[in-house]
């Protein structure tokens, strides 16, 4: 997914982007900061400034990487940042290391179950080696969120800052320089609960602890092997959209989720930069399949690599767009939306399942941080001002980011007249 770089008609300095004959009810200009959080540990600048290495070196990797080069790396990092954020990569390594140990057979997991006589002794057995596992899992995690995380900040968000028209969902705005630094302290402490979870579940595994996975293809047939792909996707993604949805209930929302929404203009950093009580859950329904049905230990993997792959993708705040196999999965701009109007778009691998369940967006519909479950509030039912504040939402989207490079959300000149004239005879 390598967004193509193309001139359109926005600019730099936030002016109006025309699409068609439409009418602008002020000239309130995109702003390049968002409101900062209302404290911020100063002590730890030192250690965000490690994450933008790539700033005070960018005449370096510029005449290293250069433009074809850098972008084949970007892509590939954002793969490698995608399955080492969290710590996977040692669950991933675990059941590959059985695999080979096993050649397909589990009988060694009744010698350690034999060990067992107490609640002590469970977590003694399936617990050994908990800290080895966890000390490199965790080293691995921050060497790849500073390191790749440091160049994709340097390739986009640097290198190329002056032409965000190219490739930026939202070229007009920017997280200031405090929501920057916040989002990387918030992500950084999301690494540990990360690398500790996978860390518990890699020990868990490799010390015979029960799951649903299973590493003969002949167990259960080849056709389900096959079968199990769609279903496995399925589950999870389904899974998902409901867990996010109940998170966007005015409690939860309000009380742990807006963490995540601090961040109006995602980056990739955006994707774990949440709170420990949301991430535990979040990690759970990755986590359940192998826990409710047999799936494959190749299959359980590739799929959750593919899950968090798009997970970096739909929050780096690039117009990425999704390859012609993917028909299922939305484009970038679809999360980028959801950060954008907060309560809409839901889903994350698959618009299906918001398509369904009446919250993706629509045209006709306005939508706002204090406007929840989805549905968003009629143009017909807004003020003057709610209209003029949606309109300049809508505008400062970029056209590229979208199929066919043209917004979809856009109102013509017409549909805001009849909006302005109900409003007129509702009022």
């Not at 006589?117 to 080293?139: C, E, H, M, N």
């Not at 939306?337 to 009446?358: A, I, R, S």
Request: net charge neutral; hydrophobic share 35%.
């Amino acid at each position: 997914m390598t967004p193509k770089p193309r001139k359109n008609d926005s600019s730099r300095n936030g002016s109006a982007v025309k699409y068609g004959t439409p009418i602008h009810l002020n000239n309130k200009q995109g702003s390049e900061e968002e409101e900062k959080p209302s404290s911020y540990p100063k002590a730890l600048n030192a250690f965000s400034n490690l994450l933008f290495w790539g700033e005070r070196n960018n005449d370096k990797l510029e005449s290293v990487f250069g433009n074809h080069l850098g972008r084949i790396l970007a892509s590939l990092s954002m793969f490698i940042l995608g399955i080492t954020a969290r710590g996977e990569w040692v669950i991933f390594g675990v059941y590959f290391l059985k695999y080979i140990q096993s050649g397909g057979s589990e009988n060694y997991i009744e010698e350690s179950d034999q060990l067992i006589q107490s609640f002590s002794d469970w977590v003694d057995v399936r617990f050994k080696g908990y800290f080895s596992i966890l000390v490199p899992a965790t080293i691995v995690s921050y060497l790849m969120y500073f390191g790749i995380g440091g160049y994709l900040h340097w390739f986009y968000y640097v290198r190329q800052r002056d032409t965000p028209e190219n490739w930026k969902c939202q070229p007009k705005t920017w997280l200031s320089p405090e929501l920057e630094r916040h989002e990387i302290m918030v992500g950084s402490v999301s690494l540990v609960f990360g690398s500790a979870i996978s860390a518990a579940i890699a020990t868990y595994v490799v010390n015979g602890g029960w799951t649903t996975i299973y590493f003969n293809i002949s167990d259960y047939g080849f056709v389900y092997f096959v079968l199990q792909v769609p279903m496995c996707f399925i589950f999870q993604d389904y899974l998902t959209y409901w867990h996010h949805r109940i998170y966007h209930t005015p409690f939860l929302y309000k009380n742990f989720h807006k963490l995540h929404h601090t961040y109006k203009q995602p980056t990739a950093f955006s994707v774990t930069a949440i709170h420990p009580i949301e991430f535990m859950h979040m990690q759970a329904v990755m986590m359940s399949p192998m826990f409710l049905f047999p799936v494959h230990w190749l299959t359980f993997s590739v799929g959750l690599v593919y899950i968090y792959y798009h997970g970096i993708i739909d929050h780096s705040g690039v117009n990425f767009k999704r390859y012609w196999w993917q028909p299922w999965q939305p484009d970038c701009i679809f999360h980028d939306n959801h950060h954008q109007y907060f309560h809409v778009n839901f889903g994350f691998n698959c618009e299906l399942w918001d398509k369904l369940h009446g919250t993706y967006r629509r045209k006709d519909r306005i939508y706002r941080e204090d406007i929840f479950y989805g549905t968003g509030k009629s143009l017909h039912e807004a003020t003057a001002e709610e209209l003029q504040q949606d309109i300049q939402e809508r505008v400062s989207e970029n056209p590229l980011a979208y199929q066919g490079d043209q917004r979809h959300f856009d109102l013509s000149s017409d549909e805001i007249l009849g909006t302005l004239g109900k409003l007129k005879q509702n009022h």
